[in-house]
């Protein structure tokens, strides 16, 4: 399963570096927080069962801005962005378990117990509120449950192309042939990682195993941090983490726990990007024909979290994909600017 993973309008979508770049490799080398830093840990938050979580902050100021991936990404994806940010205030991007340097977790990953680890995270003492909060993809739901739990501690919200409840079900009946496309390659590659893991369990690994289990070497990276990924992906429990959080991700039980937690966050400043463009898919006739028509359903759920503060907009992001942080990340950079001098009262 390729670090580049995603949650895309309710598939897995292995997006190609020709595609869309690589989030952590985007923009100038030498601007950029060093890329050897990523092949050890930020900062390791001991939690009370003895587990440990990887967070690596930058940068001074408050607000604090965290950053929360979406679904099969690291802390490594907003290398670029938060170098960016740092310039500002200070920015943190935190690893989930079983990503990057956290420690995998035997319980099961779904969005209460992923906001839980969020919460442990910024309990640190060195991680104080109040907090902008930014989340890609799936990082929505632990980016919505934490505000839910903790509105006096969020300053404010910038959502990334973010997942919605029951978006599988709703782009299912709004365009019913193109969604079909996307979940054969979601059950495709949920397969593969069931297969990947396996086959770790049993120590079956040879040429076969390292080709569709675990990520080539970035050629841009250093070797000590290509030694580093492949190391951490080797671990067969951080991959049953990874399924975990993908089964309750597309079957109701997330989508539940956030819909039973939603609310109004009153005039908290929020702004939801959303990718103005699908990527490349297998579609035949029919699903070509309902394109528009499932871009419409992902703007309208986007809508609808706009619509819990106020203070909410929806903007749509031209000549963007899913990533709209590599595609257009000075977009990505002005809203949570925009955001930030708005929670600090200089809009």
């Known amino acids: 399963m390729s670090r ?9 979508v292995l997006l190609l570096a020709t595609l869309t770049a690589d989030a952590a490799s985007n923009g ?3 601007s950029q927080i060093g890329l050897e830093s990523y092949a050890r840990p930020g900062t390791l938050v001991k939690l009370a069962s003895g587990r440990k979580l990887n967070i690596r902050c930058v940068g001074s100021g408050s607000p604090t801005v965290i950053l929360t991936a979406g679904a099969g990404e690291q802390s490594l994806t907003w290398r670029s962005l938060q170098t960016q940010l740092a310039r500002t205030t200070r ?6 378990a079983g990503f990057g340097f956290s420690d995998p977790s035997p319980q099961t990953q779904d969005v209460v117990h992923t906001t839980n680890d969020l919460e442990a995270v910024l309990a640190a003492p060195d991680t104080p509120p109040p907090y902008v909060l930014v989340g890609h993809s799936l990082g929505s739901y632990e980016t919505l449950m934490f505000v839910f739990r903790h509105p006096h501690e969020v300053a404010g919200i910038v959502l990334i192309d973010p997942a919605a409840p029951y978006q599988n079900q709703r782009l299912s009946r709004a365009a019913p042939h193109t969604y079909a496309a996307i979940d054969a390659i979601q059950q495709e590659q949920i397969a593969d990682l069931k297969s990947c893991i396996d086959r770790m369990q049993r120590s079956s690994q040879d040429a076969t195993f390292e080709a569709k289990c675990l990520s ?5 990276y250093p070797a000590s941090l290509n030694r580093a990924l492949n190391q951490l992906e080797r671990n067969a429990n951080a991959k049953a983490n990874f399924l975990s959080l993908l089964d309750n991700a597309f079957t109701a039980k997330d989508s539940q726990e956030i819909a039973a937690s939603w609310k109004s966050l009153g005039p908290l400043p929020l702004i939801v990007l959303t990718a ?5 898919l297998p579609l035949d006739a029919a699903g ?6 499932l871009q419409a359903e992902w703007s309208k759920m986007h809508d609808e979290i706009a619509a819990l503060s106020t203070h909410g907009v929806n903007r749509t992001v031209t000549g963007a994909m899913h990533y709209i942080y590599v595609d257009r990340q000075a977009v ?3 809203a949570v600017l925009e955001v930030l001098g708005a929670a600090r009262g200089k809009p």
């Open 332 to 334: 990505v950079v002005k």
């Open 91 to 96: 920015v943190c991007a935190w690893d989930r």
């Open 4 to 12: 580049s993973a995603c949650i895309l309008t309710g598939a897995i």
């Open 28 to 30: 100038k080398a030498d």
């Open 216 to 220: 080539p070497p970035m050629p841009e």
């Open 288 to 293: 070509q024909a309902q394109k528009p028509q």
């Open 276 to 280: 103005g463009e699908l990527p490349p």
